[in-house]
């Protein structure tokens, strides 16, 4: 005979199972709209929602102003919207400014369209340091920044929360939207990185691990 | 490649760093179809406003307290979606939308069916 403590794993799936089976005999939660919702965080949160809005910025020079107006606005047109992402503003990178995102005072990250914030971004190190020394910040990154460029540095709050538009780089004269966001990293959104040219392979093909 | 150091401090959902779940690039990272579970019935009854997110967060953070203060750190038996679990329960049952004992009542009923399918 099994016990509940025999099996502590398949006793909480049933646990699970119980919640789900009551909201949804109470019609308080339905099936499908579960599915949306894990479907949403589990698939569709991350920096590739991040990679289209600067995609398409790069594209379309009407979107990239309404962007940089009100990123907020700008951002839930292309249906992205979500917890904590309600105060968006978008700063954009020009041969003249690198613009760098951290949170000093705790993890605060605009993860409704970057997904999960990493561990550096987190760490006493970065938080303390983007402020202060920015520049040997990005060095450790492996981003040279010359003196003629100017380094803004944006702390993100509970209210407010940043999104570098990265600088379209050489080489993708002809590329579309779809092409283009491939192209652009976590990292070039937070401003630890510049979005490097295409390489001659073709990015898109390759697996992930 | 994740350790709990990781899970606890390097990243968070919501912007603190108590709560944070596992990923990976940056996405979720869910291992069992039950934690996909929980964690999409906790987003759904907030959404419905059967309760503000910061409360489920704040109870997620003192489950998650509760759960270190009486493990240790390295303990292998760490389970981030038991606590986001236990943290439903908790605010699902406070608000109202599930009965302490209905929910026992569903728990035995599911187990008396799935019984003889647990090895």
Known sequence: MSSAHEHPKADIALRVKAIESLLVEKGIVEPAALDTIIDAYEHRIGPHSGARIVAKAWTDPAFKQRLLADGTGAIAELGLTGFSSEHMVVVENTPAVHNLIVCTLCSCYPWAILGLPPTWYKSFAYRSRAVIDPRSVLQEFGLEISEQVEVRVWDSNADLRYLVLPERPAGTEGMTEEQLSVLVTRNAMIGTAKVDSPKSERVASEAAP | ?119
């Open chain 2, 1 to 119: 490649m994740f350790t709990k150091f990781e899970h606890f401090v390097a990243t968070s959902l919501m912007g603190s760093p108590e709560e944070a779940p596992p990923r990976r690039n940056g996405h979720l990272q869910f291992d069992r179809d039950w934690e996909k579970l929980a964690f999409g019935i906790a987003i759904a009854l907030s959404k419905q406003g059967h309760y503000e997110w910061e409360d489920f967060r704040q109870t997620l953070i003192e489950t998650i307290g509760e759960w270190e203060a009486t493990h240790d750190i390295q303990d292998p038996e760490w389970d981030y979606y038991q606590c986001w679990l236990a943290a439903l329960e908790k605010v699902a049952i406070a608000s109202g939308v599930i009965e302490d004992d209905e929910l026992e009542t569903q728990i035995k009923q599911l187990l008396d069916c799935k019984a003889p399918s647990i090895p």
